[in-house]
């Protein structure tokens, strides 16, 4: 299988390749990872090689099947922002007793699938129990427990993770070609690892916002100076991937700090002399407290936390975490 597309991932690469080599098509696929962690790009490779007449390694790329910028027998629901109800899934259903067009698969891509209703995934699980020797199912989500077990049970599941520097780094550059090497090491440490976040981060605009809300963020904090936190965190009401960037920026100062405490080198910060300072004048169960209420923030808002309410209780925690 030509997996060379998605990047890291060796051992999920490994696993797919091994079962689809052998010709050997899970009939529902779940994979599983953070935003920009490739899942769109894998269901891609998974369900071109799935349609793919070359020979040889599957997508060959250069087939009638491959070539197509529409396959017929491939379909892509979801992703859109919209959850997936139930009469999408029984429109999918209807589809999928249709036999393929002309490939030996008809491809169905359930993409962010822990929008699904509940009513939505009974109704998937209803064609999982017995689905048409002809279909495969590629489901990609954030979170595998947000689905029904007996969905997860009926499917190979697979979970990207972040791509280290020393694998990121040829695909970023080929990418972002604009940025310096140092920057985009930057963006990668910010983006956690994850390519596609990284990507349109910096395409966006979000990654040049949050080098500039961090700092002035942690100099409010080291201050203790309320205004400016609040002119900061107002910028972040509307706006999520920004509010996600600056706590994952202010994660680093606050990890940075305490390695200084610690006598360690700092990583490559958002704000390295705003880290010396905090690491100057908080004590480390403060910085921790920070570290541990910005994790939990993040986790929240990840989780669909409503942003107005975000907002609301990101300085409260800033401020108490402080304990100034
Ligand atoms: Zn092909």
Redesign the pocket.
Known sequence: MNVGQLVGNASVKQRLAAEIDAGRFPHALLIEGAPGSGRRTLAGIVA??A????VGD??????????KTVHPDITLLGGDGEALTVDTIRRLRDEAFVLPNEAPYRVMILAEAQTMTPQAQNALLKILEEPPAHVLFILTCNNRTALLETIRSRCVCLTLTAVPWEEAAPVLAERLPQMAEEERKRAHSLFGGYIGQVIDGVSDGTFRQVLELVPTMATAIIALSELPLLQATARLEKDKPLSLGVLAGLALVFRDALTVQYGGQMMLSTAPDEARQLAAVLPGERLMALLRQTETLQTALQRNMNNTLFVTRFCACLRQAAGR
Do not use: I
């Open positions: 071109r090689a349609v793919c007449r070359g599957k997508p060959c790329g250069a087939c009638a099947a491959c070539v």
